[in-house]
């Protein structure tokens, strides 16, 4: 008897879990510059989970564009042209977001190039190897499983305690949720801190809801690769406008900057942190 009540508390609380709206907290570890692997950063991401699918973002992000869309919101309610965003900080490492489509099977990243938005549809299935392998994480059983996907080598740890297939980032399919999941090299390593039941499930008026042109992954490697070839190329671009010809920039000194020169800033503000900026979680998408 007591067998059958623990197995009937469980799928409860599995039914329960999918039936509501349900918010997984994961810190996020990772070192961005592979020539400094002692500069490690953290930022914390939810999972939120429905009942139709899961989107995956940065809490920092999230509150700064709620912040920002509350703003522009409050500015149309009165017809004011002036928008104030000078308190609003931006303290957020992470800028990607990933939504999942449970009955679709579908999964989108949602990112960008130099303020461009893209939206990704992801192509590629996981193939899990599943280890019998056990720990504990969180107080949840969990085994081991690992993977190749998204040119890493993966480790992760999922639970049957909860049963959604989903995970952060892109991960899924494995038989329960993904409490911890990292790369080989403990380069990107997503764990597992708390969870709570949620209210409202993020929609896109939530977020930067700017629109978001779709392409392939192999299109925006190329858009990726011409970016670092010719950073400058949208100033570039507005200069040669024969609306903005006129337009004038100053430095933080308050001298006047010529065409050139604004050209020639941008393009070595890049290259420099492109040299701190190149361990990207996607290897294949940076390529």
Known sequence: MKKINLLFAFLFLSNCLI????????????????LNK?????????LDVSRDGSIFYSSE????????????????????THIDLGKIRNNSKVSFSVSKNYQKSDTKLHTSINGD???????????WTIVPENSVIE??????????????????????DIQIQDGPYKFKGLPGLILKISDEKNDHIFNFVGSKKINHFPSNSDFDDEKKLTISATKFNQLWKDYVKDPAKKIKLI????????????????KTLT????????????KDN??????????SLYR
Do not use: C
């Open 19 to 34: 039936a509501q709206n349900h918010r997984f907290i994961y810190e996020y570890s990772f070192k961005i510059d592979s």
């Open 259 to 270: 065409q050139s020169e604004v050209i020639r800033n941008k393009e070595q503000r890049v």
């Open 274 to 283: 492109l040299k701190k900026t190149n361990n990207f979680l996607e290897l």
């Open 117 to 127: 938005k893209y939206e990704i549809p992801e192509s590629e299935n996981i193939k």
């Open 61 to 80: 992000k999230f509150v700064y564009d709620s912040l920002t869309n509350a703003e522009f919101t409050k500015a149309k309610a009165i017809q004011s």
């Open 239 to 254: 200069y040669a406008s024969s609306e903005v010809s006129n337009i004038t920039v100053t430095d933080a000194s308050g």
């Open 38 to 46: 002692d500069n490690i950063t953290k930022e914390l991401m939810n």
């Open 139 to 160: 107080g949840y059983k969990v085994q081991k499983a690992t993977t190749n996907y998204l040119g890493r080598k993966w480790i992760a740890w999922f639970t049957n």
